[in-house]
């Protein structure tokens, strides 16, 4: 039966219409290294009866056992998807020995570095999972001391990895390749780009400072990379899940290995607090819950994630990734479409400049859009007031979303400020807001390895949660595969032009770039 015409989702759906309305209630969610402010979303006894009812009929628990025991998580792929096992302070017996090995190994090779103060520079070469992580973690932590300043380039766009390599001491810069097959485009073309900067800089043996971090390691050998600087992830171990991994060496070479162990931590807490904790108590569970409320019954298109804390500025593109590459999909486990909407669109930016960009349109325009508001309760420098000002901010831009304005209450104010009651009224019409727009709010206590685990774990398990009720699985990309084919086809053709089936703009592109080219 498809989800929609199911007993528990039209039990979901009436609830989530009688729900009362937002935020008169609060509904806070205690979690590890965090708490999760649910008052500006949908919620009753009646809701919660029907959220527990669809998590029973779409196999929720049996889903989430199969997460952590290494099932067949990933069920297009035929294998686990056992990111939690990375983080875990006591891996699972049947990876533990190559997990806590790899794991030791990297260790070992931050040590050594430090020791014989190997490495000024580090530059990272990745894509996707392989690099929104590890930029993330190294942007919001660093305001503690970086041992190193670390670049990253991802675009196959040249100018990219020429930017990351501009200022850096190529006899002091360490180049590590993250490429989970090692056939990714754009890491091994900046690969060689680095390369060459290397031999032009008269590097004697270029090859000694590259690392790489692949679960191909015959193609890193074959490429005359060392073996000891490869270090190995597994198939199980999903790209944009990743960062657990030695795709978080540049994070331990960085802010050293205590504080990449601390990030393991905080997800390992959080982990432990998914796997456990009542549903009605689950941060993650509940967070998934309201965005399903929200994309698939409420029918909002998109979901802004607005961080008030710079530090955490890659937060946004890093979700982005997670959620629709994860959720950007129909097809159900028998082929089937979902039936409902499914993923909506991840965007936003750090407050408060997010406040002079979008949120105009997120108060009045007549769709709008969930927001996940993050928040620091203590910052990490001096000027309290200043803080003070940017957690105002963001509870007010929470609230007014929430609360709204009536005709009645713009009309009180305009005609207190207007003689003219026409005026006044007229003004009055271009000052209300609907209101009821729903919102989540994240509170860490501070932002530190700890925490920010815990917090990129919550919205891991999050996707997890609604990929399990929208039947789909959030593990594969095969959009994105479509897509490397298609460019791997037009890279040949511009190699040795060749008549194949192409639409017309298309065809009239790569003949036009295959004259210029053979011109030039």
């Known amino acids: 039966m498809p989800l929609s015409n199911s ?31 649910l008052s500006a979303q949908a919620y009753s006894p009646a809701l919660q009866k029907a959220e ?10 049996a889903a989430r056992a199969r997460l952590f025991d290494g099932g067949n998580a990933n ?14 302070p006591e891996p699972p017996a049947m990876v533990a020995k190559a997990v806590l090995a790899e794991r030791e190994r ?45 670049r990253f380039a991802s675009n196959v766009d040249s100018h990219s990895v020429a930017d990351a390599m501009s200022r850096l001491d190529p006899h002091d810069t360490l ?66 899940y990743s960062l657990w991994s030695a795709i978080g060496l540049p994070i331990a070479l960085a802010l050293g290995n205590d504080v990449f162990d601390q990030l393991l931590a905080g997800a390992a807490a959080m982990d432990e607090h998914f796997r456990t904790a009542p549903i009605e108590d689950n941060a993650p569970v509940q967070l998934a819950l309201a965005g399903v409320v929200n994309r698939s019954v409420l029918g909002y298109d998109s979901l802004v994630i607005a961080p008030y804390d710079s530090r955490l500025y890659h937060i946004v593109p890093w979700a982005q990734q997670l959620e629709m590459e994860s959720l950007g999909k129909v097809a159900t486990a028998d082929g089937s479409p979902a039936g409902v909407p499914t993923g909506p669109a991840v965007w936003g930016m750090s407050g408060t400049d997010c406040q002079h960009t979008f949120f105009q349109w997120l108060h009045q325009d007549t769709a709008g859009a969930p927001v996940d508001f993050i928040l620091c309760e203590q910052p990490a420098h001096a000027y309290a007031r200043h803080h003070e000002l940017l957690i105002a901010n963001c509870l007010a831009q929470r609230s007014a979303l929430l609360r709204g304005k009536t005709y009645e209450e713009a009309l009180a104010e305009t005609s207190a400020a ?103």
Not at 75 to 88: F, N, P, Q, S
Not at 206 to 235: R, S
Not at 487 to 507: G, N, V
């Open 52 to 61: 527990a009812a669809l998590l029973a009929q779409q196999g929720f628990d």
């Open 418 to 520: 207007e003689s003219d009651p026409e005026r006044a009224r007229l003004l009055a019409r271009h000052r209300v807001h609907p209101g009821g727009r729903p919102s989540s709010l994240i509170v860490l206590p501070r932002l530190e390895a700890y925490t920010l685990g815990a917090l990129l774990a919550l919205y891991e398990h999050k996707v997890f949660t609604q990929g399990v009720i929208w039947g789909i699985n959030p593990f594969d990309q095969w959009g994105v595969e479509f897509g490397k084919a298609l460019a791997k086809s037009i890279m040949h053709e511009l190699d040795s032009p060749q008549a194949t089936e192409q639409d017309p703009s298309t065809r009239y592109w790569i003949d036009a770039i295959a004259r210029r080219s053979s011109a030039s």
């Open 175 to 240: 180049v590590i390749v993250a490429s989970k097959s090692f056939t990714t485009t754009e890491p091994l073309a900046n690969a060689e780009v680095a390369m060459n900067w290397l031999r032009d800089a008269g590097v004697a043996d270029p090859i000694k400072q590259v690392v790489a971090v692949t679960a191909n390691v015959e193609a890193a050998l074959n490429l005359g990379i060392l073996p000891d600087h490869i270090f190995q992830i597994w198939d199980w171990v999903g790209g944009r």
């Open 106 to 150: 990297l260790r070992e090779f931050v040590r050594q570095a430090d020791a014989a103060g190997r490495y000024g520079c580090v530059l990272h070469l990745g894509i996707g999972g392989s690099d929104w992580g590890p930029r993330l973690v190294t942007r919001a932590l660093r305001h503690g001391g970086a041992r190193r300043e670390v």
């Open 75 to 88: 069920w297009t792929e035929e294998r686990a998807a056992w990111h939690t096992a990375l983080r875990a």
């Open 7 to 37: 007993p528990a989702w039209q039990e979901f759906i009436a609830a989530t219409r009688s729900a009362p309305k937002r935020g008169e209630q609060l509904r806070l969610i205690s979690a590890p290294g965090l708490r999760l402010d």
